[in-house]
């Protein structure tokens, strides 16, 4: 399987802040690569796809990047409803074994 | 727009099965990948497997091979994911969600296992 490191699993900042990131695959991935937005006791929601297509209706302060085995989410001017767990998410056509990162969690400071 | 609409929660002794539903209502059902996403109390989420309706083909996460099957009815434009020799630790929120990139998301079905 295609292994996902994401980094870091915990992230404080402030409002107004702008945080990176980072998840890193085993092996290449081209660009199939997706980031998620999760809240307390709800399912995901997808933010970008394809490394850096944003979809619909996402704020543009999100952001992705990367392709290969490194990836990027950017937000930049945190707002407070962006304080969640967000996860990259791996979907290799090539391979078919999808894999999620660990998570990382963006508490207020 | 499309959702997907999940079975409710089950209550599951060790050992048993456990089959979940997810039905697509308002777009085209056999036009993408359903996939399977699992999450246990305070963990991360899990990929498990997915299936492409229109061919009856499925793939599955090598961690489950062997106890998950997942299957679909374009007639009723239902996907199924079935979790066999249950075990404490499959306790967990089971979500399906459409298309390879986890577009459209159910609503959960909480799966516990207990004795």
């Known amino acids: 399987d295609i292994q996902m490191t994401q980094s870091p699993s915990t992230l404080s900042a402030s409002v107004g802040d702008s945080v990176t990131i980072t998840c890193r695959a085993s092996?290449?991935?081209?660009?199939?690569l997706a980031w998620y937005q999760q809240k307390p006791g709800k399912a995901p929601k997808l933010l970008i796809s394809k490394a850096s297509s944003l979809e619909s209706g996402v704020p543009s302060r999100f952001s992705g990047s990367g392709s290969g085995t490194e990836f990027t989410l950017t937000i930049s001017s945190l707002q407070p409803d962006d304080f969640a767990t967000y996860y990259c998410?791996?979907?290799?056509?090539?391979?078919?074994?999808?894999?999620f990162g660990q998570g990382t969690k963006l508490e207020i400071k | 727009q499309v959702q997907l609409v999940q079975s409710g929660a089950e209550v599951k002794k060790p050992g048993s099965s456990v089959k979940v539903s997810c039905k697509a209502s308002g777009g085209t059902f056999s036009r993408y990948t359903i996939g399977w996403v699992r999450q246990a109390p305070g963990q991360g989420l899990e990929w498990m497997g997915r299936?492409?309706?229109?061919?009856?083909?499925?793939n599955y996460a090598q961690r489950f091979q062997g106890r998950v099957t997942i299957t679909a009815d374009r007639s009723t434009s239902t996907a199924y994911m079935e979790l066999s020799s249950l075990r404490s630790e499959d306790t967990a929120v089971y979500y399906c969600?459409?298309?390879?990139?986890?577009?459209?998301w159910g609503q959960g079905t909480l799966v516990t296992v207990s004795s």
């Open positions: 299936i492409i309706p229109v061919l009856g083909i499925a």
């Open positions: 969600a459409r298309d390879d990139t986890l577009d459209v």
């Open positions: 092996q290449s991935i081209s660009t199939w």
């Open positions: 998410h791996q979907y290799d056509t090539y391979s078919l074994m999808y894999t």
